[in-house]
């Protein structure tokens, strides 16, 4: 199955795709946050060029467990279900823009430069844990959830 990851910021929107078997992630882009509408049209348009048969957005939350944006990528994801013509999950995303912005310095990318790779990558990394929590419950299989 082939999955969206979008890892929705107050400013940019992180988008990564899996490929059909559940195995690779490749950060795509980061589009800019205007509204859900919009983002929603937006990602409308990727579920449909690259044959998309899922969407999966990330919750921010804090290391205690209390909401952080929670509320816009919640009105994200009812324009999203109510949009789009494939399933929409929800996902925590703890940790993975810091993990990303650790991976992009520690792979040498320029400080200036990290900020245009950061949601994408964040994206991904939501995707991958997701994916690989999948293949666990499923005997490795990548099929089910």
Do not use: C, H, Y
Request: aromatic share 4%.
């Amino acid at each position: 199955m082939r999955w969206l990851a979008l890892d929705v910021g107050a400013k940019r929107v992180g988008v990564a795709l899996s490929d059909s078997e559940e195995r690779v992630v490749t950060p795509q882009m980061a589009i800019p946050f205007g509204s859900p509408q919009e983002l929603a049209q937006r990602v409308a348009k990727l579920v449909q060029s690259w044959n998309v048969e899922a969407v999966l957005v990330g919750v921010p939350t804090t290391r205690s467990g209390q909401s952080r944006g929670e509320a816009r990528v919640r009105q994200v994801v009812a324009v999203l279900t109510q949009l789009l013509p494939v399933p929409v999950t929800t996902w925590d995303e703890r940790g993975t823009t810091q993990e990303a912005e650790a991976l992009l310095a520690e792979s040498g990318v320029p400080a200036r430069k990290r900020r245009e790779k950061l949601d994408a990558l964040a994206a991904a990394l939501l995707l991958e844990a997701f994916l690989a929590l999948r293949r666990e419950r499923t005997g490795g299989n990548g099929v089910g959830g």
